[in-house]
C-alpha cells in the first residue's frame, strides 16, 4: 500500500506563494502520473495539475502561469509551487498518484487564501 503525505498548506494573502509538497511512501519512478487535486467548499473536487513519468506536465487553465509542478525522484516527492496566489484558490489540496490500475490519495492539505 502506498501512502502519499502532503505538507505546506497553511494561511498567505492574495498575491503571496506556497509550496505543497507530497512526500511518498516508495519510489515515485512506478507511477504513470502524480498530480494536485483541490477541493473548495462546496465545490467537486477538481484536476489542477499532473505530471506524466516521462516529466510531461499539464495545467488548469485557472492555474496556468501560476502555479509550476515538479517532482524529485530521489526524494519520492512531488511539489506544487504557487504563486500569485487568489481567493478562489483556496481549498483543500490532494496529492494524486495512479499506478494502473491503481490510485492512491493522500488525506489533503489546506489552503486558504486571504483578499
Known amino acids: 500500500q502506498v501512502q502519499l ?30 498530480g494536485w487535486y483541490r477541493q473548495a467548499p462546496g465545490k467537486q473536487r477538481e484536476l489542477v495539475a499532473y505530471i506524466t513519468s516521462s516529466g510531461a506536465t499539464n ?13 524529485d525522484n530521489a526524494k519520492n516527492t512531488a511539489y506544487l509551487q504557487m504563486d500569485s496566489l487568489k481567493p478562489e484558490d483556496t481549498a483543500v489540496y490532494y496529492c494524486n498518484a495512479k499506478q494502473i490500475p491503481s490510485i492512491y490519495w493522500g488525506q489533503g492539505t489546506q489552503v486558504t487564501v486571504s483578499s
Open 5 to 34: 503525505v502532503e505538507s505546506g498548506g497553511g494561511l498567505v494573502q492574495a498575491g503571496g506563494s506556497l509550496r505543497l509538497s507530497c512526500a511518498a511512501s516508495r519510489s515515485i519512478f512506478s507511477f504513470n502520473v502524480m
Open 59 to 71: 495545467y488548469a487553465d485557472s492555474v496556468k502561469c501560476r502555479f509550476t509542478l515538479s517532482r
